[in-house]
């Protein structure tokens, strides 16, 4: 039972346009939303992320919006770069202890020229 | 100057065989964890510990034995390995707390033969 979805297993954008990465989960008792990124060979690294009194976090190009009454969560890219080519993992934590993070499957972003 | 070190980057060996992969971290954090990244590419949490004390064990077999020395480190001892062992490992590290980022490293990837 996968607790956290993404289910866009890959995305092509053009350069310049914007990415949009989607992440459903079904546990409402996560309360700390976060987005890493992933290049091939490497550790995945932390990129931006939300708590759950919040609706929107933006840093940069980066915003990550969250729903969560639909117990939705997107990360949106703007304008989209090169080496934004990565896998793009969405995690999701129940705050306060030392658990681990739930994480999605991951959407392998492709950034065309 | 690397946040979180793992060694070695790649590990081949026999099945059977008693193998550790280890781990550090120079960012004053408490607590440490462990992921597995199977081969349909999900991450999941298998340990957590916290100023050297367990805190999480997720359902791992008993093969499989963290051991943390200090704050700054947190090995991962694997006895009698199998070919479902074969993935990549990550260790991660944190302040522990709510809305606390987990930094990872660069992983060891596990070939059992």
């Known amino acids: 039972d996968q607790q956290v979805k993404q289910n866009s297993p890959s995305l092509s954008v053009q350069e310049g346009r914007i990415s949009i990465l989607n992440c459903d989960y079904t546990n409402s008792m996560f309360d700390y939303f976060l987005w890493y990124k992933k290049y091939p060979a490497e550790g995945p690294t932390f990129l931006i992320s939300?708590?759950?009194?919040?609706d929107k976090n933006e840093d940069g190009r980066f915003t990550v919006f969250l729903n969560k009454s639909a117990k939705h969560l997107s990360l949106h890219i703007v304008p989209s770069q090169p080496g934004d080519s990565a896998v793009y993992f969405c995690a999701l934590n129940v705050g306060g202890g030392a658990d681990g993070l739930t994480f999605g499957k991951g959407t392998h972003l492709i950034i065309q020229p | 100057d690397t946040a979180v070190s793992q060694t070695p980057k790649y590990l081949v060996t026999q099945m059977g065989n008693d193998k550790s992969i280890k781990c550090e971290q120079n960012?004053?954090?408490?607590?440490m964890y462990w992921y597995k990244q199977d081969s349909k590419k999900f991450l999941k949490i298998m340990f957590s510990?916290?100023?050297?004390?367990?805190?999480i064990n997720e359902t791992v077999p008993n093969r499989f034995s963290p051991k943390s020395p200090d704050k700054a480190h947190l090995n991962l001892h694997i006895n009698s390995l199998e070919l479902g062992d074969s993935a990549v490992y990550f260790c991660?590290?944190?302040?522990?707390?709510?809305?606390?980022?987990?930094?990872f490293g660069p992983g060891t990837r596990l070939t059992v033969l």
């Open positions: 939300i708590s759950s009194i919040k």
């Open positions: 960012l004053g954090h408490d607590t």
């Open positions: 510990y916290n100023n050297k004390e367990l805190i």
């Open positions: 991660a590290s944190s302040h522990l707390g709510a809305y606390n980022e987990q930094f």
